[in-house]
């Protein structure tokens, strides 16, 4: 079974850092795009950052550019997102995304909160 195990949320200060982790299972971690998607509560849910090719390609959204990185670690079939800088407006769920042929998945939000 696909699993995807996010963890690294919490409560910082603007301008903070956090680094999310999310551990991927039951399948070839390399093969498939793997990101992150955030949602603010009666708001849409928004992808942020992706990782392709195993790490060789990657995107983050106009909103986090500059501010956060996606990166993997192969060996540990896991993606991170370091998140540096942050504002109040990041405050929101993040949750770990995998699309595999035709099938979304989603792990289980973490939270990060972000006092100004």
């Known amino acids: 079974d696909v699993q995807l195990q996010a963890s690294g949320g919490g409560a910082v200060q603007a301008g903070d850092s956090l680094r999310l982790a999310c551990k991927a299972s039951?399948?070839?971690?390399?093969?498939?795009?793997i990101g992150w998607f955030r949602q603010v509560p009666g708001k849409e849910r928004e992808g942020i950052s992706c990782?392709?090719?195993?790490?060789?390609?990657?995107f983050h959204s106009d909103y986090v550019k500059g501010r956060f990185a996606i990166s993997t670690d192969n060996a540990k079939n896991t993606v991170y997102l370091q998140m540096n800088s942050l504002k109040f407006e990041d405050t929101a769920v993040y949750y770990c995304?995998?699309?595999?042929?035709?099938?979304?998945?989603w792990g289980r939000g973490t939270l990060v909160t972000v006092s100004s």
């Open positions: 995304h995998a699309r595999i042929l035709s099938r979304q998945y």
């Open positions: 990782v392709t090719n195993g790490g060789e390609t990657t």
């Open positions: 039951g399948f070839n971690f390399g093969d498939y795009a």
